[in-house]
């Protein structure tokens, strides 16, 4: 008699295509994870790249640098005593040497003494508030010592006739330029924090009667008497400023 069992439809043994999808992407994915893992691994050298430990900040760059640059002035300036001893052994005649004293000084490059005044200034205390009724409460640039203000003071001095300006412990000549990254100042590749001492040799009269005319000398003041912003004048019947130490090439940046 014929068979009367229904057979049920036979399974394929192959996996649906959509398991055999899923498996390939899980091993995609875990091969990039496997690839990321590696990368970092050597881009890191075994350090820790959540944190920026081994790596040096701006301003650890910088200070790096100010360190490195003072060691080269200090070079430079036994240096050119040491070329200043071999020209006197070699002999010079009197005018010769007359003459390349008063370029010396004209240039800075030896020490100045005589009567001057002295210019502080420095920051205002982090939560200094308005001083004064009607004046707004400062921001963080109100508060700060800017180049501006630096260069004001300088300027004001050799219009006073400054026979020499030193700034902190430098000595000025004419290719020197003030400049500020952030709240220090960068003078002649060294770095300096407030406050900002500079002294200058001349008429003390001459010289105070320059800084009190100058209009952005003027304004500063403003600064300090609303936010506290450091200021002193101080005049002194002799000052000792340091010859320059640094090197007196010019350079200037060209175009291609």
Not at 81 to 98: E, H, I, M, N, V
Request: glycine content about 8%; aromatic content about 4%.
């Amino acid at each position: 008699m014929p068979d009367s069992t229904i057979s049920s439809p036979s399974r394929s043994s192959r996996p649906p295509r959509g398991r055999i999808v899923g498996r390939a992407l899980t091993c995609t994915v875990f091969a990039l994870a496997g690839l990321l893992f590696y990368v970092s691994a050597q881009t890191a050298h075994g350090t820790d790249l959540r944190t920026d430990n081994s790596l040096l900040k701006l301003s650890d760059v910088i200070q790096q640098r100010s360190t490195q640059n003072q060691q080269l002035s200090e070079q430079v300036s036994a240096d050119r005593d040491r070329a200043d001893r071999l020209a006197r052994q070699q002999g010079q005649s009197p005018d010769d040497a007359a003459r390349m004293a008063e370029l010396q000084r004209a240039a800075g490059l030896d020490p100045l003494r005589g009567p001057g005044l002295t210019v502080t200034l420095d920051d205002a205390p982090p939560n200094a508030t308005a001083r004064i009724p009607g004046v707004p409460e400062p921001g963080v640039n109100d508060l700060v010592i800017h180049q501006q203000d630096i260069q004001a003071v300088v300027n004001a001095l050799w219009r006073g006739g400054a026979e020499g300006i030193q700034v902190m412990d430098q000595r000025l000549i004419s290719t020197s330029a003030v400049r500020c990254v952030g709240n220090t100042l960068l003078l002649q590749g060294r770095v300096y924090s407030p406050p900002y001492v500079i002294r200058a040799v001349g008429k003390t009269d001459a010289l105070r009667s320059a800084v009190d005319a100058d209009p952005t000398i003027r304004n500063y003041l403003g600064y300090v008497t609303a936010y506290g912003l450091g200021w002193k004048v101080q005049e002194s019947g002799e000052l000792t400023l340091p010859g320059y130490t640094g090197s007196a090439d010019l350079r200037s940046a060209t175009t291609p």
